[in-house]
């Protein structure tokens, strides 16, 4: 039976070159994991004040969608050296109310995309530190970091470039075997 992934795409642009890379993954990944896409483009910033009994409509809606998965998967850009600021917000409005962090423990991957050569490296690093504070045992090889990735996809966004698929798909493999001995 397949597992249920929550995939996390970094960017909210439209056309976004990770997530076309993320669909690649999703249909590479099949049929053993079910990557199902969650969204988190409309979380208000977080903040304490308004957790209460009545949170934003929408802090309820991501969380209640990760906790209904058994591990996560981000694709994500890199912002300045760093993760992109939705992502982060992502991140804190899924770790609280404090003791019911919907990520906790759950195997994780992250993928990074760049157009550049330095293919996301800032990225992919930045967030493995969340991830150690949130108890999400992430996957350490293969890394992926996807670069020069505008030179990997055709006009309608589809990954066509071989090397590019085959070890996406290693890593999709890699990623099952790891969700299979780390999850809780
Ligand atoms: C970028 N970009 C970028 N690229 C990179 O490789 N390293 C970086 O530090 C940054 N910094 C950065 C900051 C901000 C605010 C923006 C908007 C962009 C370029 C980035 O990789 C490019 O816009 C990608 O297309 C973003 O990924 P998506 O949206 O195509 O998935």
New binding site residues.
């Given amino acids: 039976m397949s597992v249920r992934v929550a995939l996390i ?5 439209e ?7 993320a669909q690649a993954i999703k249909e590479l990944a099949q049929p053993a994991l079910d990557l199902v896409p969650v969204e988190f483009g409309d979380l208000p910033l977080y903040n304490p004040d308004l957790d209460t009994d009545a949170p934003p409509a929408a802090w309820t809606r991501f969380r209640k969608e990760v906790a209904a998965t058994q591990a996560v998967l981000f ?8 993760i ?1 600021g939705g992502l982060k917000n992502a991140l804190d409005v899924g770790s609280r109310p404090y003791g019911h962090s919907v990520w906790q423990a759950k195997p994780a991957a992250i993928v990074s ?4 050569a ?3 490296f ?2 992919n690093h930045h967030l493995r530190q969340p991830l150690v504070f949130l108890n999400m045992p992430t996957l350490q090889q293969p890394e992926a970091y996807i ?1 020069n ?2 030179a990997l996809l055709d006009e309608h966004g589809k990954l066509t470039n071989p090397g590019t698929r085959d070890f996406l798909k290693t890593f999709a493999d890699a990623f099952a075997a790891w969700i299979e001995k780390t999850k809780a």
């Fill in positions: 795409v970094g960017s909210l642009r056309g976004s070159y990770s997530r076309h890379i694709v994500t850009p890199e912002y300045n050296r760093s992109p995309v760049s157009p550049g330095v293919s996301g800032g990225a670069g990735v505008a």
